[in-house]
């Protein structure tokens, strides 16, 4: 049985291959954006992040198999936009060996009941438009696109 937990900074050996894995495919994906590291992530990176971030793993034998970074966002007496609270998830990863095993769906459902518990509104996320796997996760867990974001390269 899946642990759900809020992560903590001795969880950086863990969450760093992972984080490791997401980058490399985004690297491999859109290599005139992002830099191609070894480490995606220094410790001391990752404790900033702890520090600014609700961040989360999914343990399944002991093992780190699954994390997320998250946020609230909160629009209140804008103009144009309703009130809300978002909860934001700003990285979202299952270990690519424990793919199609429910891990993922299993890791969302708990953040969905987090993002409720906390008053939010909706859960919001960004996804880059070559991870398909990712869009097809998503869709399947009832979110929709809402957005998009267009780019042309200037030099």
Known sequence: MALFRKADLEDFDAILPLKNEVHQKHVQAEPDFYRNLQNAITKEE??????????????????????SFCYVMEIKDHPLILNQKIFFIDDYCVARREKRKGYGRAMFEELEKLAKAQGCTSIELNVWDFNEEAKTFYKSMQMRRTRIRMQKALG
């Open 46 to 67: 990752y404790a900033q992040e702890l520090q600014m971030h609700e961040v989360y793993v999914l343990e399944d034998n002991n093992k780190i198999i699954g994390y």
